[in-house]
């Protein structure tokens, strides 16, 4: 299954450049969903780990499912304030802002093997906090696994240089900002960019369009 068609590209959200990947479309879809969690749960055999950790929200979506067939505990790494207990807080800087997550005490006990699964791998800074709420609760990243890599962004090469092991499922080969595929041309020949991306930047150019069409009245429902 081409679990890529599944992803919905959506330009210039949550800011103008940024083409954000929204899975959405694919978790919606009862067998795409069940196949994402069949190779994660492929991807995991080789790893000895004590519990499965999420970071919000969107990584609780896969990693439940994945908690609840392998029979393994499940944490959830919060935002700030979500938790109610005593906490660990990690401040880290996103692709366009900052953030606190944040995970209870006594969640992890000292020499437990944590799996990080998560969405989407940007930057890795999201991921890297995570690590560090692992670290100091005494514990240790078995593996991070991620259902997409923006791979533009280097966030899985940024944890493999500070030594920590990534996996990867089989819609890692996405793109996420407009600049790029306004370059496509230099960096990618167009007949290599497969279908979905093709759309993706048709999306893209049409956006970008938008303005001059309107300004001279034109449509593009001819296109």
Same mark, same amino acid.
């Given at each position: ?33 069940? =196949?994402? #969690?069949?190779? +994660?749960? @492929? ?7 004590? %519990?499965? /950790? *999420? ?56 020499? =437990?093997? #944590?799996?990080? +699964?998560? @969405? ?7 991921? %890297?906090? /995570? *690590? ?92």
């Amino acid at each position: 299954m081409n679990l890529k068609k599944f992803i919905r590209s959506i330009p210039d959200y949550p800011k103008k450049g940024i083409l954000f990947r929204d899975i959405t479309t694919l978790i919606e879809n009862e067998n795409a969903f069940k =196949e994402t #969690i069949d190779q +994660i749960i @492929d991807r995991t055999k080789k790893y000895n780990f004590d %519990k499965i /950790a *999420a970071i919000e929200s969107r990584g609780f979506v896969f990693a439940s499912a994945v908690s609840y067939l392998l029979k393994k505990p499940f944490i959830m790494f919060r935002k700030k304030n979500k938790l109610p207990g005593e906490v660990y807080s990690i401040d880290f800087e996103l692709e366009y802002g900052s953030a606190t997550i944040e995970v209870h005490k006594d969640s992890i006990s000292d020499s =437990e093997k #944590i799996l990080i +699964i998560d @969405d989407l791998i940007a930057t890795g800074g999201t991921a %890297k906090a /995570a *690590a560090e709420l692992v670290e100091i609760s005494g514990g240790e990243v078995s593996c991070f696994l991620f259902v997409i890599n923006l791979f533009d962004l280097n966030g899985c090469e940024n944890l493999i240089k500070k030594g920590y092991k990534v996996k990867l499922g089989k819609l890692s080969e996405l793109r996420t900002d407009v600049q790029t595929f306004s370059n496509c041309s230099k960096e990618t020949p167009i007949e290599n960019l497969d279908k979905e991306d093709k759309v993706a930047l048709v999306l893209v150019l049409l956006k970008q369009l938008q303005p001059y069409l309107s300004a001279n009245n034109l449509s593009t429902a001819p296109i």
